[in-house]
């Protein structure tokens, strides 16, 4: 569960740390679900491209993150207290309450983000993973909002525009294949890469 505590003061501090070399701009705002759970696509650029999307969103957010990032127990703490949710990618099984935390977010009404690729892919896309995605298609019907970030360097700061997509439901595909492609093709487009 995302603590008051800790995500509020580290959202303000994001704000002050980042706004010197990075000028946001967000658009679609009014696509992001208001009384329902649902999954954030968002393209994967940067490592930065998470607290970015943390100050983008007007609430707070869970991430699926690799447990890696959770291993040193003061910081994997901290990291949880913001919204993180370790996965371990090799292992699946070991991190089953993990993801019926997911579950348990989406059950509620919060937004869960996923990054489709598992990793950051700088002016392209990666091999999409739907290891976690397919998890919550058999589980639970929320909506997906795919998720454009694009950078460009500034004359003094990085420009970086963010457009949350309209959102999709898995029933307007047929299978995980076509369904990933139609929101990869989205991602894509929001993200400037065509």
Known sequence: ?????????????????????????VQ??????????????????????????????????YYVAKYELFRIPPIGWYL???????????????TKSSLQKVLAALSSGQGVV???EG??????IGPVRTGVIRFILNRIEVPYVPVG????????????NIRFGAPIFASS?????????EI????????GLV
């Not at 696509?31 to 609430?59: C, E, M, Y």
């Not at 949880?80 to 070991?94: M, Y």
């Not at 970030?149 to 970086?160: A, L, N, P, Q, S």
């Not at 595909?173 to 492609?181: H, R, T, V, Y």
Request: no cysteine.
């Open 114 to 116: 996923v990054f489709p």
């Open 149 to 160: 970030i694009h950078y460009r360097k500034g004359f003094w700061r990085t420009k970086v």
């Open 119 to 124: 990793t950051y892919y700088e002016g392209k």
């Open 173 to 181: 595909a047929p299978g995980l294949a076509s369904f990933m492609e």
């Open 184 to 191: 990869m093709k989205k991602i894509v487009g929001l993200s």
């Open 28 to 61: 679609g705002k009014e696509n992001l679900p208001r009384d329902t759970g649902f999954v954030l696509l968002p393209k994967h650029q940067r490592w930065v491209d998470i607290p970015l999307l943390s100050l983008a969103a007007s609430r707070p957010l």
């Open 80 to 94: 949880k207290s913001l919204g993180g949710i370790p996965l371990n990618r090799a292992q699946p099984v070991r």
């Open 1 to 25: 569960m995302v603590k008051a505590w800790a995500f509020w003061p580290t959202k303000r501090l994001a704000q002050v740390v980042l706004a010197p070399f990075f000028s946001i701009r």
